[in-house]
């Protein structure tokens, strides 16, 4: 459970930090992921498309 304290009575300070807290630790891209099912095929496919497309990207970086 993420915790956040409040100071001086700055509840929008704290928010921010509760946000940034709650980004960090992976909850959003976890409940995305969580949020339907996927078949173990489309999920593979998936995958091999991001390192297609992360390899072209390192590559791009590489030649400049």
């Known amino acids: 459970m993420t ?6 009575g ?5 928010l921010k930090r509760f946000k940034m807290k709650v980004q960090r630790s992976g909850v959003p891209t ?20 991001e390192a297609i497309r992360n390899a072209k990207k390192h590559n791009k970086q590489r030649n400049y």
């Open 3 to 8: 915790h956040v304290d409040v100071k001086d």
């Open 10 to 14: 700055n509840v929008e300070g704290a």
């Open 30 to 49: 976890e409940m995305k992921k969580r949020r339907e099912y996927s078949k173990p095929g489309i999920i593979r496919r998936e995958a091999k498309k």
